[in-house]
């Protein structure tokens, strides 16, 4: 479980990110974006050409390109942008 509640943090983290830096982008867009660009890094994760496992071989490279592809993880990023896009729809009513 500690894994995959990182997994839901993780997307949750950039939806907001996005928001902070586009504000003008709905929140369905920033979730789509994220959700794509994360699972684009996961199946990026099948691919081991040196310079990647150079990156993966610290703590920020793991943290940001992960390293080892999970088929499981897809459902915790569906998870963390639904609930990102919730909690973002929520903030920009009482903030607007």
């Avoid at 609930?83 to 729809?89: A, C």
């Amino acid at each position: 479980m500690h894994h995959y509640a990182g997994a839901i943090l993780y997307e949750i983290f950039w939806i907001f990110l996005v928001a902070v830096i586009k504000p003008d982008l709905p929140p369905e867009k920033v979730s789509v974006m994220v959700f794509l660009g994360t699972a684009l890094l996961e199946f990026g994760q099948l691919w081991h050409p040196e310079f990647l496992e150079m990156i993966r071989g610290n703590f920020l490279g793991r943290t940001i390109l992960g390293n080892g592809f999970d088929l499981w993880d897809f459902l915790y990023y569906l998870l963390g942008c639904g609930l990102g896009w919730r909690m973002l729809r929520i903030f920009q009513k009482r903030t607007g």
